[in-house]
């Protein structure tokens, strides 16, 4: 019988860099460092170390100083690092001077991002976006990425001043950013013609920040199969299910993660895949609550909402997901500092502000299936309240 070796894919060792500047807080840049590191992970990295510099302003040419630029250059080379994971994008200069001097792959968020997008991607048009993203991505940077584009091209017929391969090049990505951008706008005739044919149902899109939840509470309502993980963008192409609660239908949509320094290019070339949310009529905004930050969170993922509508107000009910994985330390009777979100019970955030502020929410927990029956009822009213003015003939149904 033949014999089978079981191969493992071996991880790429990778070090990661974040630069604390004007205002920045060092737990705020930890924060930062801690989402990289599950960017990384997602990515099929492995996290070795992180270095932080506080800088008034970032280095024209490498970014970080000097003295933290050498110690980190006697890092990778001792422990033979493969790459080397920026959290603020970089110029192609500094990239350029990076790679040179520490002689492995240098990257930024940006194009971790870009990359994990990559890795996502299933349908047609996810990786056309991804491949659209890509190349604006690329366009600036094609300076540094091949000596030999320095070089002119020659031959027969090509006497004179020629046309440096670096042009050539140049001139073949802008040719293929715009092939895409038609290829895109093809697609997106298709799209919109597909959900023309959905009727006039009242439609309902999950958003949030990446990794919340949304897939899984798609899953539970809409009794479907759409891929769940815990990993950061497990879900890239937005899905649409009807679902039917009590006896009123509506159609619900889970749509790909926000996060943080989302590079713009990828915002633009993903917002013909949002498409679902701007022409929505409810916003189910899905936070993880127990997220540190999940208050930055929220606000991020307003902002970029802000810029997909235009800024145009939706119903949005808030859902602050995984109380099942919420946890609090309670105050020592002698600690006399205001209480933080540490300090926080669950029942004090459901009382507190965050609720009150953000009403309509709800609190629940998708995995542990707590609390979906209020959800559900919550859903139906604001559903049937459209239905009833889009259908005033059919209300004795409902």
Known sequence: MPQYIETKQVKEKVVLVGAILGRQTEALVSEYLDELEFLVDTAGGETMRRFTQKLDRPDPATFIGKGKFEEITAYVKEHEIDLVVFDDELSPSQHRNLERTLKCRVIDRSN??????????????????????????????????????????????????????????????????????????????QKATQR?????????????????????????LSKSEVFAEDKLFATLDTTVRKVVIGNLP??????????????????????????????????????????????????????????????????????????DKYTFVEKEEDDLLPPTRENTSLAEMQQSWMGKVNAPCLFISAKKKQNLEPFRRMLYDHVHEIHKERYPYDNFLY
Do not use: C
Not at 252 to 272: A, C, M, N, Y
């Open 196 to 220: 023309s044919n959905r009727g006039s149902l009242v439609r309902v899109a999950l958003v949030g920040y990446t990794n919340v939840g949304k897939s899984t509470i798609m899953n539970l």
């Open 250 to 323: 509506f159609l619900l949509s889970d749509t790909v993660g926000f996060i943080r320094k989302l590079p713009h290019h990828l915002i633009e070339s993903f917002k013909s895949t949002l498409d679902e949310v701007r022409e929505s009529d409810i916003l189910v905004h899905v936070v993880d609550l127990s997220h540190p930050g999940f208050e930055d969170q929220i606000n991020v993922v307003k902002e970029t909402l802000g810029e997909i509508t235009g800024g145009e107000e939706k119903t949005t009910i808030m859902i602050f997901n995984k109380i």
């Open 112 to 189: 971790l991002i870009l990359d994990i997008f990559a890795q996502r991607a299933r349908t047609a048009h996810a990786r056309t976006q991804v491949e659209l993203a890509q190349y604006q991505y690329l366009l600036p940077r094609l300076a540094g990425m091949w000596t030999h584009l320095e070089r002119q091209k020659g031959g027969i017929g090509l006497k004179g001043p020629g046309e440096k391969e670096i042009e050539t090049d140049r001139r073949i990505v802008r040719d293929k950013i715009a092939l895409l951008k038609e290829k895109l706008r093809q697609i997106d005739k």
